[in-house]
């Protein structure tokens, strides 16, 4: 295998970060309310420099009131879901892993609801509690997983689908006893919704995203070594459970900070680490940046199709995630099995 | 070893990675969030001010929420996004003023025309932009969310919560304050109270009739206390009997066999069957379980206008003929529906159809 270079990652990462800036682009194209390519481009120029009283009002509205934010929320969810699924797949060593498949995206869901009926003004509070939600979840679902010491594949896929059809549960009820305007929008949250804006300034949430990538991007020399054995890594000096810590809070700060801006969008967290490992191979050290790059481009992808495909009306996000994920799933569980 | 000796670069290579993330970012958080009037900068609020000097002043307003909306004086071009707002709009004579509804809004016939801006739960915010509205009509069904984002948008939004009979008819007073209506929506509400007042004398001779609400056949779904289709049925002399606190309970069908309903009460459903009331009553008397209650048995089902679960203007027609099949025995023959119905059509500017169980269609041109 060719050593990985610095050099390597940042192209590729480059590579990516262009792909998803053209992409963006385009979707900002894209909408109900027609513009040309001209238009979204002298908008922005002037929006970049300032120039705020030359952009036409509506094009300001549906512009940097409606589209940016939704691709910037969507890069924020995309990034955080599949690094969150990278590292829960490296921290259970179970390529099927991902944040909603183990119902960790339930977790933190359940945690921001209740966080939203017990104290609905704290701003930051459904971030906290959705991350609560999603490290307890995490615990769970571990132990559950765990036969005579060790962590069984489909063991911890069960505890996982437990876990989450249990929280749905919980929530269903909390959702059904609780009647009220607030909670009914829910509903739409829950199938994932990058309509609503979080309360909390997105650029304290992306802050929070680059620490907690950047944290599992650091381990990520010694998850190739623990991935090959955790005996052998152990004696090649790294320090395993450090760095199942590390992995384990940064991944559920991931999920928490996702779920609560954009409630549980699956299958992301799953499809992209593995298409790109399929692409750029398996070093950790290359899978985390290329995976939440890859991220950004899948769910920037999947909402514009979301709120594209059946204009004027809109699909929640989720879904389009869902039909993509699901058969890849699928097809990745029956590959294991042969 | 390699790749424990890698190690050390790979803090370098985060370094570099995190800036370059770090930069786009940045650029992308870099503009004035979203378009809000606080936020705009010095030259456009400037631009904003001249804006508002070309057209009428504005004034602020308290909604039925609570929030203080700022809206022009003369509303121009308004969107609805709700089929009872809608109806309400047409039934104020301000058909002219509508720029647009939702794909719910049917009622009457030319709504269907109006540009469409998605659902009611879920509207898209560009085609709501593209209309220019200076005003946008929310209620109950719509989310929070949207009622949020329109606001974030600059676009006054303003949201009607009629939870009974009399909220509606101050619902729709306001809103012909609002639209610069008022004397339409005083004639329109004083008719449809006078219609109201008019049932109660000969109700108050009978007991309400205890009638079971199906919002929803498979799994049963009822109406509770608070919404105002329980208000509705009280005008109605009737009196639901799913006592909820949620405003759409699930019943179980051993609930409305325990709770013995007099009347069922079924809405009509004019997208699946063309309003054929008979072939629903039919639907039900072969469905398991409810072939089995009383009710169903003695052929005491009633179908109710699709306008009763509507707090619109046309709720009151609703109401009118729900009472005159309740009690026949107090109201006479069809005919006297019919009469009371043309009645209630004869109301403003209504320029409702009302459908009579007879086929007549009662048509006002007022």
């Known amino acids: ?338 | 070893m390699e790749m424990i000796l890698e190690r050390r670069t790979a803090w370098t290579k985060l370094a570099q990675v995190a800036s370059g993330l770090l930069v786009c970012a940045t650029i992308a958080l870099g503009h004035p969030i979203r378009a809000q009037g606080s936020e705009l900068t010095p030259a456009a609020r400037a631009q904003e001010a001249a804006k508002t000097d070309s057209s009428p002043a504005t004034k602020i307003v308290t909604d039925e929420a609570g929030r203080r909306v700022t809206v022009p004086v003369n509303v121009r071009r308004v969107v609805s996004l709700a089929p009872n707002l809608t109806e309400t709009v047409y039934a104020l004579g301000l058909a002219d003023k509508l720029a647009g509804d939702t794909s719910y809004c049917d009622t009457p016939e030319a709504a269907k025309e109006k540009p469409h801006v998605g659902a009611p739960v879920n509207p898209n915010l560009e085609a709501i932009v593209a209309l220019h509205p200076d005003l946008v009509l929310a209620t109950a069904i719509n989310r929070q969310e949207t009622v949020d984002a329109l606001a974030r948008l600059g676009i006054p939004a303003y949201y009607t919560d009629p939870r009974t009979v009399s909220g509606m008819l101050e619902t729709t007073t306001l809103l012909g304050d609002l639209l610069g209506a008022r004397e339409q929506a005083a004639t329109l509400v004083r008719e449809l109270q006078d219609t109201l007042d008019a049932l109660q004398p000969q109700l108050r001779e009978r007991p309400p009739a205890h009638v079971f609400f199906v919002v929803w056949e498979d799994p049963p779904i009822s109406i509770g206390q608070n919404t105002f289709i329980a208000d509705a049925l009280r005008w109605a002399g009737a009196e639901s009997v799913i006592i909820a606190k949620q405003d759409w309970p699930q019943v179980s069908m051993e609930e409305i066999v325990r709770l013995r309903p007099e009347y069922i009460v079924l809405i009509s459903n004019h997208s699946a069957d063309g309003g054929d009331a008979a072939k629903q009553i039919d639907d039900l008397r072969v469905r398991a379980a409810w072939n089995a209650l009383e009710a169903v048995k003695l052929g005491r089902v009633v179908v109710a206008d699709e306008e009763i679960m509507r707090p619109s203007p046309g709720l009151v027609g609703a109401i009118v003929t729900l009472a005159h099949d309740l009690h026949p025995e107090v109201f006479g023959s069809a005919a006297a529906k019919s009469a009371a119905l043309a009645r209630v059509a004869g109301c403003g500017e209504l320029a409702l159809e009302l459908k009579v169980e007879t086929g007549a269609a009662v048509a006002c041109a007022r």
């Open chain 1, 1 to 338: 295998m060719r050593p990985l270079t610095p050099r390597k990652i940042v192209a590729v990462c480059g590579a990516l970060l262009g792909v998803l800036f053209v992409e963006s682009v385009i979707s900002l194209r894209l909408g109900a309310y027609a513009m040309d390519a001209r238009d979204i481009l002298e908008t922005l120029y002037r929006g970049a420099t300032q120039r705020w009283d030359e952009i036409p009002p509506e094009y300001r509205q549906i512009i940097f009131g409606l589209r940016l934010p939704r691709i910037e929320l969507g890069i924020l969810v995309g990034a955080a879901l599949s690094t969150a699924g990278a590292g829960f797949q490296a921290l259970l060593r179970n390529p099927l892993a991902d944040p909603y498949v183990l119902g960790v995206s339930s977790g933190a869901a359940l945690g921001a609801i209740l966080s939203l009926i017990a104290t609905p003004h704290t701003v930051g509070a459904i971030q906290l509690a959705a991350f609560t939600g999603a490290a307890l979840t995490v615990a769970v679902v571990y132990f559950l997983g765990r036969r005579g010491g060790q962590l069984d594949s489909a063991t911890l896929l069960l505890a996982g689908i437990v876990a989450a059809s249990f929280l749905s549960a919980v929530i269903m009820f909390l959702m059904t006893t609780i009647s009220g305007r607030d909670l009914r929008g829910m509903a739409f949250w829950l199938m994932g919704d990058l309509q609503s804006s979080p309360a909390v300034g997105l650029s304290w949430l992306y802050i929070v995203l680059l620490i907690a990538i950047g944290c599992i991007f650091t381990t990520s020399s010694d998850l190739n070594l623990i991935l090959t054995g955790e005996q052998e890594a152990r004696h090649l000096g790294v320090n395993v459970n450090r760095v199942k810590l590390v992995v384990y809070i940064a991944a559920s700060v991931l999920t928490g900070v996702a779920v609560s801006v954009s409630g549980t969008i699956g299958y992301v967290g799953l499809l992209v680490p593995h298409v790109m490992r399929l692409l750029f191979g398996t070093d950790y050290r290359l899978l985390i940046p290329t995976s939440a790059i890859g991220g950004a481009i899948a769910i920037v992808l999947a909402d514009t199709l979301a709120r594209t495909v059946v204009s004027p009306a809109e699909l929640p996000v989720g879904a389009m995630t869902a039909l993509a994920g699901a058969p890849v799933f699928i097809y990745l569980m029956r590959r294991r099995i042969r």
